[in-house]
């Protein structure tokens, strides 16, 4: 049955996109010279499909082809190389590559990385091209998972327009572990998942692995994630025993091919819970044995198996506390148990006590940095962007700056859940660039976050990030078309952190929505100014942690009591008829002299906190001045409005591209930015509405009132 509601398919809609495809859509490419020019230039490809990931390569570029182009590249028999006009392969697997003296472009290229090029073989000797009659592209690589990358880089030359004339990539990725974490359930829940059920069924596994989990690793591979944390940090100890561990077999084997490998999250009572012992004591010698005998069963069964990832003593999950030992004996028990496999244990920073302390962003630093040195060389401590849990904006966590001698892993959140979840248009690349581009000051200036965590800064042989995954069963995988951008962002800045926001959205929305400029343009700068719009609207000025209790969606600046303080509003905003802010001075808890001494004095200080972390460093009278000349009162209704304003502007802006794109992907594209417009209203509303009982000031003229008295909003 049709529904009455049912958008009508525009006449360009060939299929009706559903997002399924993601930036691997295919879709033709608009005639014009480009398109000739691609057509002209790639007709035929040689690659030796003997191995599984080259055979992928191969299907994945017949179908770009296909797609984009519209017709596929004929597979030129092994031997006549030289006769087609695209070339992938390694060293070993084609001669033309083997004999075109690249090694030493290839040998930047590493394991992962590869090189693109155009050129031209005469008598085996390697001519840039100029005006030669015959081209070829060439796409090589140490390993076939170079090669997957490469293809896949060469498909985003196409997908986005780039002329083949002076083509030429070498790229490596900076960091050598780009991992997804997923937050999901063995019952298919998905904690701050809101994409429908976890992408894993494990009912149906290991028997049926769904086509859905090769689209997933494809999707992956194309931007060169190579490591998936299957389960919750919030672990279920169950996934460790001998049924779920053939189940997890069957996705690593599925997934090995694309280049990706599968960790698991320990639950660090897992001996007790599922080993019959009487204590996770790690210092305990059975206990000790019992995670050997339980890894030694993994890597029999998944000879490439990454590690282990640990939550411990954070939020009431079990750890080596509990036994009156540190997090470094409770890691390094699990790095011995995985080490003769090299496999690493990444244990989180993200603990804080159950005892309310004075304020729970120092409690990471304080508990960590006296165990710098104490770790196996292969732990890895992973440490969350900012010092509190995925606020909208937070300051770089001071961690990045105070464990040398551990390689740290950046943890960010690709699902929003403070960010809007699954409606709201935040684009997070400026958030990621942001953590990634800090400067810690230690030892000295340029001392990024970045360089800490690709290991260049201290010389480590371990390097990692990860995203806490937002893919989910939903038809569209992250809940929201613009939440696609997102996992790729992630992807992309992983690979390479030095990429621009603005390139990254630009490849998203050509790959993804449309080629169209007019389209690409609007939904750049549109993606670009949301993560600040949505700032604006939910937490301006340093101001966090304001959201509704557990759900962390809509405003919920009042939020007080229940078990723990620092769950709640009151805790972090601290507002009163005086004034709002946390002070983290010296005169307050002196969180801010976790910093390096120059970052410190720079956010220590009234006259240099950038307006961005002011309420997070201080405290502030609703009547001091800020840079702009207002007050601090009329600047919050400032900012939140300028909020509300933006997110109207992004609903006008998208309705006046929509009639470009593709009908059912423009209608719920629609839908959300007309939520987001609303919501954004409520936020500010809300907010504004509470914190005006402390500052017991009018709005300033011309501003728009709240539509509703505060009670309407608790
Ligand atoms: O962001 C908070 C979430 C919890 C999460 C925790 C963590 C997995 O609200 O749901 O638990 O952080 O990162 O461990």
Redesign the pocket.
């Known amino acids: 049955m049709v529904m009455a509601c049912a958008p009508r398919a525009k006449s360009q809609d060939a299929v009706v996109e559903d997002g399924y495809d993601l930036w691997l859509r295919y879709r033709a490419l608009p005639a014009g010279e480009r398109l000739d020019e691609y057509r002209e230039a790639l007709r035929s490809m040689a690659i030796d499909t003997t191995s599984p990931t080259r055979k992928i390569a191969a299907d994945e570029l017949r179908r770009a082809l296909g797609g984009l182009i519209g017709r596929e590249p004929e597979l030129v028999a092994g031997g006549a190389e030289s006769r087609a006009s695209i070339v992938i392969g390694t060293p070993s697997s084609s001669p033309l590559i083997a004999g075109l003296g690249i090694s030493a472009n290839l040998e930047r290229a590493g394991t992962e990385g590869f090189v693109i090029d155009v050129v031209q073989v005469i008598d085996n000797r390697k001519w840039r091209l100029s005006d030669a009659s015959r081209r070829y592209i060439v796409i090589a690589a140490n390993t076939n998972i170079g090669l997957l990358h490469g293809t896949f880089a060469f498909i985003r030359q196409l997908q986005t327009g780039r002329t083949l004339r002076k083509l030429y990539i070498e790229s490596a990725p900076r960091i050598s572990r780009r991992i997804l974490n997923h937050?999901d359930n063995l019952d298919r829940t998905v904690?701050?998942g809101y994409a429908g059920k976890s992408i894993w069924e494990w009912d149906a596994l290991p028997d049926t692995v769904s086509p859905r989990i090769i689209d997933y690793a494809r999707a992956n591979a194309s931007i060169g994630i190579n490591g998936t944390v299957l389960t919750?940090?919030?672990a279920n100890a169950t996934v460790l025993t001998a049924p779920y561990l053939a189940k997890v077999k069957a996705i690593a084997d599925a997934l090995r091919p694309y280049g990706i490998r599968v960790y698991l999250t320990a639950r660090f009572s897992a001996p007790i819970d599922i080993g019959k012992l009487a204590t996770a004591d790690p210092l305990d010698e059975n206990v000790r044995r019992w995670w050997k005998e339980k890894s030694e069963e993994i890597y029999r069964a998944i000879p490439d198996f990454g590690g282990f990832l640990v939550?411990a003593n954070?939020?009431g999950q079990p750890g080596p506390q509990d036994y009156h030992r540190t997090h470094a004996d409770g890691a390094n028990m699990l790095a011995d148990a995985v080490a003769s496999h090299e496999g690493i244990v990444i244990w989180r920073a993200?603990v804080y006590s159950n005892e309310v302390p004075v304020d729970r962003i120092r409690q990471a630093y304080d508990e960590f940095t006296p165990l710098d040195g104490q770790f196996r060389p292969n732990v890895m401590v992973q440490v969350k962007n900012g010092p509190l849990?995925?606020q909208p904006r937070e300051p770089f966590h001071p961690l990045f700056g105070a464990m040398p001698k551990t390689p740290l892993a950046l943890e960010l959140q690709v699902t929003k859940?403070y960010l809007g979840q699954d409606t709201h248009l935040a684009y997070l690349a400026p958030l990621f660039k942001e953590v990634l581009d800090a400067d810690t000051w230690r030892p000295g200036e340029g001392s990024t976050v970045a360089k800490v965590i690709d290991g260049s800064l201290d010389h480590h042989r371990l390097s990692a990030i990860a995203g806490v995954a937002n893919i989910g069963s939903d038809r569209n995988w992250t809940g929201s078309h613009f939440n696609q951008a997102n996992w790729y962002a992630f992807g992309r800045l992983a690979w390479d952190y030095t990429l621009s926001a603005g390139d990254i959205a630009d490849e998203w929305i050509r790959a993804t929505l449309t080629h169209d400029s007019t389209v690409v343009s609007t939904v750049r700068s549109m993606m670009l100014g949301s993560r600040e719009a949505l700032v604006n609207y939910m937490t301006p000025l340093g101001l966090v942690h304001i959201m509704g209790r557990n759900h962390?969606y809509g405003p919920g600046p009042w939020v007080e009591g229940g078990g723990r303080a620092d769950w709640t509003a009151v805790y972090y905003h601290r507002a009163d008829t005086l004034g709002i802010g946390f002070d983290r001075t010296s005169t307050g808890s002196n969180a801010v002299a976790q910093y390096a001494p120059h970052v410190r004095d720079i956010f220590a200080s009234r006259a240099t906190v950038p307006d961005e972390y002011l309420l997070w460093f201080h405290r502030v009278g609703w009547n001091e001045r800020m840079r702009s000349g207002r007050t601090l009162w009329n600047e919050l209704v400032y900012r939140y409005s300028a909020g509300v304003d933006s997110a109207r502007a992004m609903e006008r802006e998208w309705n006046t591209v929509a009639p470009k794109v593709d009908t059912l992907r423009a209608r719920e594209i629609g839908d959300f930015l007309e939520i987001q417009a609303k919501e954004a209203k409520w936020w500010r509303d809300a907010a504004l509405s509470y914190f005006q009982t402390f500052s017991r000031q009018p709005f300033p003229p011309g501003v728009e009132p709240p539509a509703h008295p505060l009670d309407f909003y608790l």
Do not use: G, L, P, Q
């Open positions: 937050w904690e701050r919750n940090v919030n939550k954070s939020e993200f849990d995925f859940e962390h």
